[in-house]
């Protein structure tokens, strides 16, 4: 089955415990992304990977790291959370950007 | 950047009627249009697109049109249903220019 997974799907930390949340999918898609969701904003962009090893800052990278290392998997960093960085985060992948993008569940990581 | 403005952002209907969402955007080199419904607690999912060089698309109830000019495209659904009611998306990206902007998202409501 095509899918995109997210692990973990609830987080609960404190501010300063680096975290990371792993994405992988399945379709051999090129194009990866993250996004965080906050009512009222809608979806911002975090970052992007065209492929293995090729990634760039989104709209909000600010405090979050990535990496590509495999095409599969494209997990996102917080080094050192803060309370700001409570959101619901989805993991998407795709043939590239101008194709349908294909969402993973969702994180939902709270900060305090 | 390109920038994405979306319209309404809550729409209450009639189950029957007929529902209108509008999106703008900035920059006129982007030419790949998506729209995402989001049910409670679910992720976002792609129910149809629109790329530059055609004016307006259908899948049964649902249409989107574009609008070059004026740099805006317009979601609309036919004939709404219950199931009908989500939270939904435009988006809008250009070749060449990785990013996927979103807009900030319109609640449907559609009322038995």
């Known amino acids: 089955e095509a899918q995109v997974t997210q692990n973990p799907r609830y987080l609960i930390t404190v501010t300063g415990k680096k975290l990371t949340v792993t994405c992988s999918q399945n379709?051999?898609?090129?194009?990866m992304s993250w996004y965080r969701q906050d009512p009222g904003l809608g979806l911002r962009q975090i970052y992007y990977s065209m492929n293995v090893e090729v990634t760039d800052k989104g709209d909000v990278p600010e405090g979050y790291k990535v990496s590509r290392k495999e095409k599969r998997n494209f997990p996102l960093i917080l080094e050192s959370p803060s309370p700001n960085q409570t959101s619901l985060y989805f993991c998407a992948s795709s043939f590239t950007v101008g194709h349908e993008q294909y969402f993973g569940p969702g994180t939902r990581l709270t900060v305090t | 950047g390109e920038n994405v403005e979306q319209h309404p952002s809550t729409l209450s209907v009639q189950e029957g009627d007929s529902a209108v969402i509008k999106c703008t955007y900035s920059?006129?080199?982007?030419?790949?249009f998506p729209w995402y419904k989001q049910e409670l607690g679910k992720r976002p999912q792609l129910i149809i697109d629109?790329?530059?060089?055609?004016g307006e698309k259908k899948d049964q109830r649902i249409a989107v049109t574009l609008n070059k000019t004026a740099k805006h495209f317009s979601l609309h659904i036919t004939e709404t249903q219950p199931e009908d009611s989500a939270v939904y998306f435009c988006a809008a990206s250009m070749t060449g220019f990785q990013k996927l902007v979103f807009g900030t998202g319109t609640r449907l409501l559609v009322s038995p």
């Open positions: 379709m051999n898609h090129e194009y």
């Open positions: 920059d006129s080199a982007s030419n790949y």
């Open positions: 629109i790329r530059s060089n055609v």
